[in-house]
């Protein structure tokens, strides 16, 4: 059976032996090739705005759930967001990461599906050809942990995220909400179907269950959908994060970010820094071919606009939006006081190189908070480029689409700017009191 | 005679007087608005670059050149350049500052066009609609005063900035370079001209000489125009600048930038800042429509990305490239720690008003280092945008078109990067030497 | 009548006029030349600390109250506490700010002492020979206009001062602890008395009362004060607060800080700034005598660690401990990005010259947020030495001695930093709660 | 043989072979215990100033001369200074780093003696008993090496600093100034001597020869000593440096900083950094035994003044000038942007935490640019105190005695502040040039 090598790795052998007990057939954990293929939305520009609107073309149903590690009660919320989608919304297929799916497939019931861990530097496998949506509960880390199962992708599934604690910088949503979120970004698109839903007669016949046995690459259709109508105008607004386009190259110029021979896209930014070592790095910079400086310092940060206020504000950084289409190149306790950090054109190529001035190799280059391995030292390159998000024909591909808020709690319609303005303020903490601060959650940040 | 309504206020009586002599018609200060009516340029895209190429319908003939004030040796090198052009190039006016003008227009033997002095808080009347191209002789505060002679102006024409010192970081060229630079411009865009150039015929029929007595309004044509080919696709380079559209009004809600009901053009920054009141000044800001924060610091500054290199720069916010569409909101000395440099969409409407938390109504606010007069204080609101450079129908509209190199010193093509890249170098003592440091001049900034 | 004299300039006349009714004998404003002369406490170091020990000789009596300006509710509270003072205390005579004395001289049962306003760039005359304790009403802004009032004196009494909102850096106490605090300065090394207080048969002879028609020259002993006493060895602390030593000169030598020629106190920083000129200034900078750089910025800071916390914190100094001895030099907007914030041996003395160089001669000089008139601009010198709070005797004097917690609010003793890290969490929004966060009274800083 | 001993591991096998050669009997590596004891300088106050006089009893005889490492010609320059000293100065004694023994004994015609390595996270034994005066022939690195040679030692021997290159901050002297400066050094105190010098029959006895068989233990007397007098009150001047006292301790309460329980010594500063791990770490800050903040940041840096201009300056705080009595906390890229920089007095003591929400046990600490190893994670415990370096008696004791600069090139007296004005022009590229910019050795920082 197919399906055992899949499970294996992930599950303790303990957990491995009770997926053949007869009982519990829906306890298993299954391999993400036998999902149906993604159903990929798109993301149309609205009138006067700079938020995208989530398109549907048929209502998604392959759900990766990603969750915050090492967090009392996660586990739980985890539970209960699976279990609302499996038991409200038809022909739905929950995705989890491989220690999420042993620790929970054995409690729920309805089947988990998972992927093989990914290799060194790079992403799972076929992660990107099956996923039609990712909701990540926790906080920024976990948006970008997320975010990095797709870093080899060009088109990233819209990301739904729920805050566990205090709202982080990326994300939108409390917990609390998810019920509301999530049938906003399920409906988004199926304006026909709603004209439908209010006519009385629209409910009489109820959707065709969908059962484990049935052919799964049948998509289903906003008609055979009840439920309440979100409004008929009413889509989930996407903010698309541009990222950048990352190659590491090893002394001898082969490459490390990825085994395949493939740039690795950061939502945040790429750090080269002295790591362990506790002198200064030498660091040749490039700007569109040609030499600017060489900057001697801890270290350098090419950050997306998303990351700007990551990283790059600890290391005095700007604070850039995400719609403007740059990229950062911030130094980390640069020795030349006058090595100001610099915005420039998002298609504009940045190297860094690592030269011969250096001592020793210890160096640390990471990718969004993760650590490439591998060969780095001096003569070590990279090479960075800000993503394309529009594509020649006007299509907005790539990025991470981010849906963000169009209302507030209470039904109110937002502005274009109140996510990131009200973001922003939970950051810096200003004076502008955004949503509820639901501080009885007793979270932190992340 | 209605040349005299025109040259008096900016004569002194004893220059005045000496206009009536006979043996010196040329000597006289005309009127801008006997002169033919302007010829537009436009800006068009070229293969895989950001740097658009300047193509002239026919060549330009009048030519605004302004001067930095208080430098000597300055008037001298007027009198070299503008003789030059007016004795090289048929069909050439000179446009000078009204203070210019009452200067040498006693000792050139061509006939120099002036402008009446702008009223407050604006800028000269019909000098847009007769202005070809601009040169400045200074530094930066000369292109930023030229720039402000079209700050009522949508279209603003193509300007070319020499450095009479040190170069600056908006000037590009030597004072040195001006004969070939100044033919680089003039003859961009005349691929067709250049082709009978080549051909040894072409030469045989000298150009029409201009003389005051022929009719202005009849443009000329390449092809009338004697001279050594730059090569066939040889065209200037032009880094649009985009400005920041301000509104400044009243407590009571009157405009006060303008006496017009316009909007002014801002090349650097608008500045609001306590002045010359010892207290710190307390500022709401709004982005986008919504309340951001309330700012309590010296002051605010919104700027252009050509503005980041300025005041923005030593009030701690990055350096942008001149091409990433944005706006820059930059505290100056706030007393939140956390209130970092915002970098905004170019579209984002951003308004700073001063509440009624302020005392006393001293305030200074200032646009490219100029200040605004009249009823500033408590009450006030300042409204910013940034400026569309490309119409609707995909044109390069608006802006200030700087003329960049394309060449360095000895004919080598430069790539699209190297001006900004050595203008940063030269703006941080970056380790990059640009040209070469002409350090003979003996100038320093400005 | 010698009084008639000096209360006009402060009374408005319709008050004038009622201070001949004859019943209202003690409702007259008196000159503080009046009052006997000052009594000096002695600082004393303790054992292993930093903060010294406050030892009054015989009780004070003479007791200055500034207020805020602009606040609703103040007046209140200033007739609370000065009745308060005049009812608990023998002796004690109430001196206030020429405003505030025809505020409420005749509401109160007790005589008000003031002085004449302080001529221009001065401090006014007899005040510090005549002041025992000074206590302030109010914020930060409040305690350096008292500090100002004794500009031109070495030796400061000692000041207590009370947050009427928010407790401000340089304050200390809540006003709603007036008793207790005011209770702990009087008593303050009074021991001895203190054995006499637990002995039962001290409290037999009641304290003779102090009348107007009293000679005022005889002091007090704490023998004579009945009272609960505060332990015997609880004295108030004090943080003696190092002024800088300023001398401002017009291009012409002449002194323009002070009509004696005399050199002006600061506590917080002296400041030279462009003011309403939108043009950055080029200051000189000498330190220990030596040329050190020519700063091109919107000015330039030197400030006593006190001062740190205050403007040149907004413009990137370093946070100082005001025990560090020591000057900062902070430029505020610096064109050059490698002038970084110094910290210089409080002996060094620094020069900043305005040089030929500037356009114009606008220029603001500010002491304390306070500006200097007169003189101002090219040429101009401003001269700084860190005061000496250490006699050659090893006595401690000079400075302002600000008195300081030595308990919270519930009696525990507090460690010597406590103070300090305390300021610093409230200033900062540190994580360290300091006190109750006393919300309700609405206040802001200042 | 004892020597045998000692050679060894400091030689590799074929040079150990050499010693027993008979003809090179000088050409041995001999122990450091060999030499006679230590001669201990005084540092005298001189009035009105701020700098010391050295003041040696007897000339000093035993020299350490460290060199900087991997720079080409540095060993020639090491032998060319040996022989100098060798040859001039009667009963010299040349105490190497092993490595440079090794590496020159056989080449120079004088005995060189050399220490046991030091121990993990010590110093080397002996060292500082039989130290007189260290000579450093390098940088910044090359100071601090050498001082870090004496880190658990609580008197250093004055240092003489020679750049081999550009002059860095710390360092004062070029290196073709060797003679001069060490005969300023060698001489400083010897006033009475000097009149000697002067008398004729004072050079009719030549200095007693010291041979490799006198007994090394009496000390020569400047009356023996040859040679042009400096002038009779020329003493070389001392910056005396601070050092931070540093105790670093495992989760488990055991010191890790140094085997024997002892606090380590640091001239620049001690540093608490994320290292090689791609997260933020955690980081409880205690100022005078009160918790002050948890600093999330990349790291912490404890400074002492002399390493203001070190990696505090790179992470943002200020240059503080070596004589003001002062630590530094410095956190490095922190996420909370208030806070700031701060300078506590050095009596200060500063506890910094790694608390137990850090994940992973990865962190780096390092003293001076040298990584401590052993026992590094959650629960470490970081304690500094300022270094006293005035003993209750008066005396200077402790701290990095830096011999500075007190005449120029050319004769001319230096002022006080010149030594530091000087260094901090070099570093920022202010614009005083300090003595002639030595370009020609075509070096670079370090
Ligand atoms: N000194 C610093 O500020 C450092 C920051 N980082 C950042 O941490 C990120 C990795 O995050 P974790 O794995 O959670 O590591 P982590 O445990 O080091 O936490 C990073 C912190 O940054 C916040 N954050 C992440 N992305 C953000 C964004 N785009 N805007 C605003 N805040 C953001 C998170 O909420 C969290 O508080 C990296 O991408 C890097 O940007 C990493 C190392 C040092
Ligand atoms: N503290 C500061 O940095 C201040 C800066 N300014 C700047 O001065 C400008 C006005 O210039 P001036 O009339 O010459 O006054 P100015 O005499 O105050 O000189 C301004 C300096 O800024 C430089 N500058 C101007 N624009 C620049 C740009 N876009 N990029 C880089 N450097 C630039 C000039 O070369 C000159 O050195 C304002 O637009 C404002 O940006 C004005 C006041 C204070
Ligand atoms: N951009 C800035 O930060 C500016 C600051 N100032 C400061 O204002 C002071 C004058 O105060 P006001 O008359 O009340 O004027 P103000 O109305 O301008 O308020 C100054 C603010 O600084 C605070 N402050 C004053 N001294 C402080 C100290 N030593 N530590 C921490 N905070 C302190 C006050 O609480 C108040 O919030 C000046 O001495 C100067 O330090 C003045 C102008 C601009
Ligand atoms: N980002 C940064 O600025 C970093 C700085 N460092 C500094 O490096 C020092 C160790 O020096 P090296 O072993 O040579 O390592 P290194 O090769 O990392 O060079 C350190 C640089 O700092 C300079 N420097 C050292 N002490 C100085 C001082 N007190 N004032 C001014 N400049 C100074 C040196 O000249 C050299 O340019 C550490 O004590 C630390 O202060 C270490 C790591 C990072």
């Known amino acids: 059976m197919k399906l055992v090598h899949v499970s294996r790795p992930v599950c303790s052998p303990r957990l491995a032996t009770r997926h053949f007990s007869t009982t519990a057939r829906r306890r298993i954990i ?6 149906p293929d993604r159903t990929k939305p798109s993301f149309l520009e609205r009138p006067d705005a700079t938020l995208l609107s989530l398109q549907w073309p048929s209502p998604p149903r392959n759900i990766l759930i990603t969750k915050k590690k090492r967090t009392p009660g996660i586990t739980d919320s985890l539970i209960e967001y699976t279990s609302h989608l499996s038991s409200t919304y038809p022909g739905i297929n929950i995705i989890l990461e491989p220690e999420s799916a042993s620790e929970i497939h054995e409690i729920v019931p309805f089947p988990v599906y ?3 861990p990914a290799p060194p530097n790079g992403a799972p496998a076929h992660l990107s050809d099956k996923t039609d949506l990712v909701c ?70 109820p959707p065709a269950p969908t059962s484990p046995d049935d052919p799964l690459d049948k998509p289903l259709s906003y008609a055979d959908i009840r439920g309440k109508a979100m409004g008929s105008n009413r889509t989930a607004r996407i903010l698309l994060r541009n990222r950048l386009k990352v190659g590491v190259f090893g002394p001898d110029g082969t490459r490390i970010n990825s085994s395949v021979d493939q740039d690795t896209y950061a939502l945040n930014e790429i750090v080269v820094h002295r790591g362990a070592s506790p002198h200064l790095k030498i660091v040749d910079v490039f700007v569109g071919g040609r030499f600017l400086t060489e900057g001697v310092a801890d270290g350098m940060i090419i950050s997306s606009p998303t990351g700007s206020t990551a990283y790059s504000l600890s290391s005095g950084g700007s604070i850039v939006h995400p719609l403007v289409s740059s990229l950062l190149l911030t130094p980390i306790c640069p020795r030349s006081l006058s090595f100001r950090p610099l915005v420039l054109p998002a298609n504009t190529p940045i190297t860094l190189r690592l030269g011969e001035k250096n001592r020793g190799r210890e160096v640390e280059v990471s990718i969004d908070g993760r650590s490439i391995t591998g060969g780095m030292g001096v003569g070590m390159e990279v090479r960075v ?39 922003l303020n939970a950051l810096l903490k200003y004076n502008y009191p955004f949503g509820d601060q639901d501080t009885s959650d007793g979270g932190g940040r992340t």
């Open 136 to 205: 990540t509960l926790g906080g920024d880390g976990t948006i970008l942990r997320a975010s990095s199962l797709f870093s080899h992708a060009t088109a990233v599934p819209p990301v739904l995220s729920f805050a566990m604690g205090t709202i982080g910088f990326l994300g939108e949503w409390k917990f609390r909400e998810y019920k509301r979120a999530f049938r906003e970004v399920y409906m988004s698109g199926a304006s026909d179907a709603y004209a439908k839903f209010d006519a009385p007669e629209s409910n009489t016949r």
């Open 30 to 35: 299954k391999p993400i090739t036998d999902l």
């Open 114 to 116: 998972t992927y093989e």
């Open 385 to 423: 480029l800000g993503e394309h998000v529009k594509s020649d024909a006007g299509e907005w591909v790539g990025g991470v689409p981010s849906i963000v808020r169009g209302t507030d709690g209470i039904g109110m319609e937002l502005k274009e700017q109140d996510h990131w303005v009200g973001g």
